[in-house]
């Protein structure tokens, strides 16, 4: 049976709880909207109902998924479709008393000509109204195919072909950031990407995707090693800044979306509190900012059940550390 809106809320209303510290200031700086995926659809009524569960999410940055490109024109400039479809979500946002979107990352294939990118990247400016700031062009690639998720690149060496780093690098010389989405297997091929571009302000996604499915199934403290590593290396990369978040995929292999009840958010926190701890304690707290990853998280955990886990993971930080994880890094990093 297809998942619909309908029988996933009533799935994550199984597991309610009250809200943490609701008064605290958010920035999301990472969610999806799109009206046709292989998800339910998710636009900004939707995106309301999972930021109005009681958390004060005050802003949010929309993160490229391939949504709503032109069907016509040139090939190179479908991509904006998607920036004009959230900037008029964005613009609809304001001044409604609720979450407003104040940022978009959009997409460019940024390992092609370097006049071709320069005339996306106005593109994206023009048809933004002001929200656009920066660009994801997602590193993941599973040589195998085994992980059963998908591919963001059918480029296996994406961070090492020099006309993708000239894209990076152009990035940054415009003032715009740079995310990329890939599996912990890439991180240490990601952290010389970071290394070679230093004047670009690099965005790690969702920790780097430490895996628990396919080749990965049972290997979780091999997983964590080698990912601490990779973690290690890029936080000696002034330029790169963490996304703490996104690891109730089911790539991640915690198993979430098939119990017969989604986690409480004392289960997120015991499951996910050494990722977290790690890193924030690699990069500090200035260089990392929580997100929410919906709503593809959506498919294990609800809005609510998230951001008090995320809540309990840093209660033992200072008043300033934890302005900075839920706010101000977001703020500082997108412009918003």
Same mark, same amino acid.
């Given at each position: ?6 029988? %996933? ?42 930021? %109005? ?8 940055v929309f993160m490229e998924c391939g949504a709503e490109y032109r069907t016509s024109g ?21 001044? %409604?008393? $609720? ?37 994801? !062009?997602? @590193? ?21 072909? $020099?006309? *993708? ?19 912990? *297997? %890439? ?19 969702? *920790? @780097?995707?430490?895996c628990g499915v396919g080749d990965f199934a049972g290997k979780a403290a091999e997983v964590?090693?080698?990912? $601490?590593?990779?973690?290690?290396r890029l936080a000696r990369c002034a330029n790169v800044v963490v996304k703490v978040g ?23 926190? $015991? ?6 701890? !790690? ?6 707290? @200035? ?38 994880? *839920? ?10």
């Amino acid at each position: 049976m297809a998942l619909t809106s309908e029988t %996933q809320r009533e799935w994550l209303n199984l597991t309610s709880e009250e809200v943490v510290d609701p008064q605290r200031e958010i920035i999301d700086p990472h969610h999806h909207l799109w009206r046709r995926s292989g998800l339910p659809t998710y636009v900004l009524e939707d995106l309301w109902e999972d930021t %109005q569960c009681g958390h004060n999410i005050v802003k949010t940055v929309f993160m490229e998924c391939g949504a709503e490109y032109r069907t016509s024109g040139p090939a190179h400039l479908k991509v904006v479709g998607e920036t004009e479809f959230v900037r008029d979500l964005a613009l609809a946002s304001r001044g %409604q008393g $609720k979450a407003e979107i104040a940022g978009i990352v959009g997409h460019v294939d940024l390992d092609q000509d370097e006049a071709l990118l320069r005339e996306v990247l106005i593109a994206h400016e023009d048809a933004g109204a002001g929200f656009f700031r920066g660009i994801r !062009h997602g @590193g993941a690639h599973d040589p195998g195919r085994n992980l059963g998720w998908i591919n963001a690149t059918p480029h296996a060496n994406l961070f090492e072909r $020099k006309v *993708f780093r000239r894209g990076v690098k152009l990035l940054g010389e415009l003032g715009y950031t740079f995310d990329s989405w890939h599996y912990h *297997f %890439q991180n240490q091929a990601f952290a010389e990407l970071a290394e070679a571009v230093p004047e670009t302000t690099i965005v790690l996604d969702h *920790f @780097g995707t430490p895996c628990g499915v396919g080749d990965f199934a049972g290997k979780a403290a091999e997983v964590v090693s080698e990912w $601490k590593l990779s973690i290690d290396r890029l936080a000696r990369c002034a330029n790169v800044v963490v996304k703490v978040g996104g690891l109730a995929m089911p790539v991640n292999g915690f198993g979430w979306s098939n119990q017969d009840k989604p986690p409480s958010s004392d289960e997120v926190a $015991k499951a996910h509190r050494d990722y977290y701890l !790690h890193t924030i304690d690699a990069f500090g707290p @200035g260089r990392c900012m929580l997100e929410s990853n919906f709503p593809v998280d959506k498919l294990s955990l609800s809005y609510n059940v998230y951001w008090n886990a995320m809540k309990k993971i840093t209660a033992s930080f200072s008043a300033e550390e934890r302005h900075q994880l *839920f706010y101000g890094t977001a703020e500082r990093i997108y412009r918003v």
